[in-house]
């Protein structure tokens, strides 16, 4: 192995511009400007804590090669949190690992702060991690847990026990910091694992799937809780999830990916209501497609004529090009019933009424064969009521539906 | 109707009678020697009384106490050497990217546990008289010293390495992604956790050195007489129930260890 075995990390003055690395032997915090608890403004605004360019990262040799990333390129902006979303197998940990120094690249550059971070040990980059599993050291105490950072950069005694009482304060655990680790909840642990790895204040909070094993309660508690951590501490936090609800809800911005590549960057909205292909709008929340038929476009609008003959304005994205027979989509809560078929844009048989509580899905059999659901919120006043059976009309809300490529 | 259940063994007709069988011819001779070690007679097989005065007798023996020195000098050492060397293979195979001969070397290691003891006892003796017989080497009681900690290694080896094996790796990324380098990590993760499984494989290197007869027996050279040795040659000659006495100690030595070895095995299941 090449890596030197080393007693101790020293933290060593930081150069206007600092290299973290190759001949270096120490990592290095940079200090921040501006108290833990309060907001702090980042000290180079707009800038990229993160930058991915041209990543990627084959697993396995010969025949049995694997592309778990292929050449992603990405960038994370200070202060934001930062969402990878995608299904299991997509490479968003692979992304996280490469981040952490855990793995390393098969080609490409990670950038932190503008300097090269890919070949750097773990353990020389001030970017740490909150695992899945949480990964809390076992023989060692709540408050033993959350200084081991500290102690490993070789900090003062007096300030490793300053700020590990900070930390207990801001999660939450001051009165467990005696326990061990096996003697307190899963929520708690959680708590311990944000706390040990938020303590020596790094340039980037990496967290795999860090609710996955909470309860439902729990889960919507501890994300709002991350939400406040992140606010409080003004840190980057990239969060990797499956889970399309709790990227939406957290996000600052959130990156889509899908067996190996990103698909889409964008903000919960950019992504929800403009998904930029077939697979995002699938994978986010509920869609409905149709197919039809482009008869013209105009400045990023299609005009789309569907089997009935009636027509729609779609828009589409940016460099995409649509001809021919496309699929729309169109959110569920982007239309509605009319009990008119022949006011509605496409017409139908009500086959389902199923009800939510807040809201009311209504599954259409078209005219044309497909499936659409229409969702329809609940409210006190009680509209028209549909049976199913009932032939029904459906009109599309202004910009509800677009075109994307498949 | 008998509601269905799994086949529960305990309820074979006869399965109970077996088990106690086994467990008395297992347990009664042992039992009975000890039960000897009280006689206040001077025969093993006749009773006359009850007496710790055995007791005292071998607690007077010089040979007696020669013997135990020897086997503490030969034992403790043997064990501190072979965990040690142990622990570091058992790292060397478990903390490394898969290097070829991995599974070569895994079986090298737990050979010794399947070759019959005779056949290494005389090699170890064919060794040891090359190499004095070819360098006029004799290192005394290190020969036997030696000769010990190489078959106590793979006894070592096993609970260290299922230690290693069940380890979470994540423990030892986390430290890493908490600036530790990779002493550090080993230092303060590894091998604090490491410890119960280290503890276990001494306590069983230990027992395996500490009665370990036949390599003994064709090693050991004048004046380097073990407890074990010291009690076959007793037998020889007219049997007093000191050795019954003498015996009921290495007994209590021997399950003293199997106890904490089984204890701290428990404490770390928790």
Known sequence: MGIAFENRVTAPQLPSRPAYGDNQTGTHLPTRAGSLNGVIVPEQPGKNAIEVRGVRKVFGTGENQVAALDTVSVSIRENEFFTLLGPSGCGKTTLLRLIAGFDFPTAGEILLHGQDIAPLPPFKRPVNTVFQSYALFPHMTVAQNIGFGLEMLGKPKAEIE???????????????KARRTSQISGGQQQRVALARALAPQPKVLLLDEPLSALDYKLRKEMQIELKRLQHETGITFIFVTHD??????????????????????GSPRDIYDRPAERFVADFIGETNFLPGTVVSKKSGVATVKFASNATIAAGYPEGFD?????????????????????????????????????????????????????????SRSAPVTYATGAKVGIQFEEDAARVLKD | MAEPRMMDIKDQPGFRTVAVICLLVLYIPVLILMIFSLNSGSLVTHWEGVTLGWYGTAFLNDEFHAAAKNTMIISV?????????????????????????????????????????????????SF?????????????????????????????????????????????????????????????????????GIMSGAALAFIVSFDDFTITQLVAGPGQTTLPLYIWNQIRRPMTPEINAISTILLMVSILFVSVSFLIARRRAK
Request: proline residues 6%.
């Open chain 1, 244 to 265: 399309q609800e709790e990227a939406l809800t957290m996000s600052d911005r959130i990156a889509v990916m899908s067996a190996g590549k990103i698909l889409q960057v």
């Open chain 2, 128 to 196: 040891f008289a090359l190499i004095a017989g070819a360098f006029g080497l004799n290192f005394g009681i290190g020969n036997l010293i030696l000769a010990h900690t190489v078959f106590c290694i793979p006894f070592a080896y096993m609970p260290i390495r299922a230690r290693l094996e069940d380890m979470d790796l994540t423990l030892e990324t986390a430290a890493a992604d908490l600036y530790a380098t990779p002493w550090n990590a080993f230092k303060r993760i590894t091998l604090p956790l490491l410890v119960p």
């Open chain 2, 77 to 125: 050492t043997a064990t501190i050497v072979s965990t040690i060397c142990a622990t570091l293979a058992a790292i060397g195979m478990t903390r490394v990217k898969p290097w070829r001969g991995l599974a070569a070397a895994f079986m090298v290691i737990n050979l010794p546990l399947m070759v019959p003891e005779i056949i290494t006892a005389v090699a170890t003796l």
């Open chain 1, 322 to 378: 649509p001809t021919g027979e496309v699929t729309l989509v169109v959110r569920p809560e982007h239309a509605d019933l009319v009990p008119d078929p022949a006011k509605g844009t496409v017409a139908g048989t009500l086959a389902n009424i199923v009800y939510f509580g807040t809201d009311t899905h209504y599954h259409v059999k078209l005219d044309g064969g497909e499936n659409f659901i229409v969702r329809h919120q609940n």
């Open chain 1, 162 to 176: 300053a700020r590990v009482t900070q930390m207990l304060k801001l999660v939450k655990m001051e009165a467990l």
